[in-house]
């Protein structure tokens, strides 16, 4: 009977199939790991249109308008005052009393018109006085001058007598120009704007009589900065708008060469004809000068919006539907909107929602429907109702009304 111990163990090495367990374990793993690569190396095109939908899903939408630049006129624009053409003084070039009074306080005149007369009587007995004086120098001289021929005057008695005529020629010319000047005319045509006198009232020479202002034309006189002066002519058209509601057109008559130290502005002035007078001299003045053309977009002034430096621009849309921030500058401004440069000739500027969107974000464009009241019906922010970030209550920004008011504030 043989014993336990003398049995030998079992023993497979050299047995086929022995090793197949292990080279099946090592195929499995190398399967696992290569479809677990499979996804780095050949992404599956389901992946990638899920992803591209996913963007789509959560792109901001924003209502957008095509625009076209056009050619707009610049202008520079400043505030002047109206000033008169001529503005005079009336004073007396002779004393004496008034007489009469032949206009009033506003009245207009014309340039020789009579305003007032002196007294004629006095001036009259004047004259007579002078001629009197006159004729008995002139006798004076006469004898003296006899008697210097006989011998019984001297020299200098003729000499003295000589100097007494001709002191009595001066008095009577002098007599007779005031005599002349018994009428104090106005120097030019225009308004009676002051008047000092009254008839019985004695004027000295020299005393303010009346002061005469004459506004036709008007004088416009504006300040122009340092950076316009090259665009402002001499000949140039200027319409001129009235602060009592008249306008005007005029032309660039005078520009200056000198700045004012303090301001650094030059003087410019603009001549606008008055024909009637109706304007008054004195009053505001705002003052229009086109400068040249630029091409420039017409836009509403709620839609422009600041960076993140504060600069003032845009945002539009690109063809890859990305926003693009613009910085613009404002040539002219209306009552209906702002004409702006810094946009491309032909662009889609957001309209709605721009306040919710950045330079470089992707977005979902939509034009703009104006509805009833000019509103735009585009819900800027709100991304696909139908999608699962919208029925899972993404994160995404969801604009509501009040929101929209205030995008379309900035």
Known sequence: MTQASDRAPLSFENDRGSTRSRWVAGAIALAVAAWMGSGYILPAEEDAVEAEAE??????????RRSVAENTQQVFVAEGQALPDRDTIVRAETSGEIAEMLVTKGSDVLGGEVIARFDVAGRQADVTRAEEELTRAQREFDNASALLDRGVAT???VAEARAILAAAEAAVTDARNALGDIEITAPFDGRLEELDIDAGEFVSTGADI??????????????????ALADIRVGQAADVSFI??????GTVTFVGTSADAETRTFTAE???ENDGRTIPAGVSARVRIPTGELRAHFVSPAILSLDTDGTLGIKTVGDDDRIVFHEIAIVRAQ???IWVSGLPDEARIVTVGQGFVNDGEIVDPRPEDAGEGGETRVSAGIPDPTSDAAEAGDDTLIATERDLDAGRDE
Do not use: C, H, K, S
């Open 55 to 64: 963007v789509a899903e959560r792109a901001v939408v924003v209502a957008i």
């Open 335 to 337: 009552t209906d909107g």
């Open 155 to 157: 020299v200098d008695r």
């Open 270 to 272: 603009i001549t606008v």
């Open 244 to 249: 009592t509601g008249e306008t005007g057109t």
């Open 210 to 227: 009346a002061r005469i202002v004459d506004n036709t034309p008007l004088t416009i006189r504006v300040q122009i900065p340092q950076q």
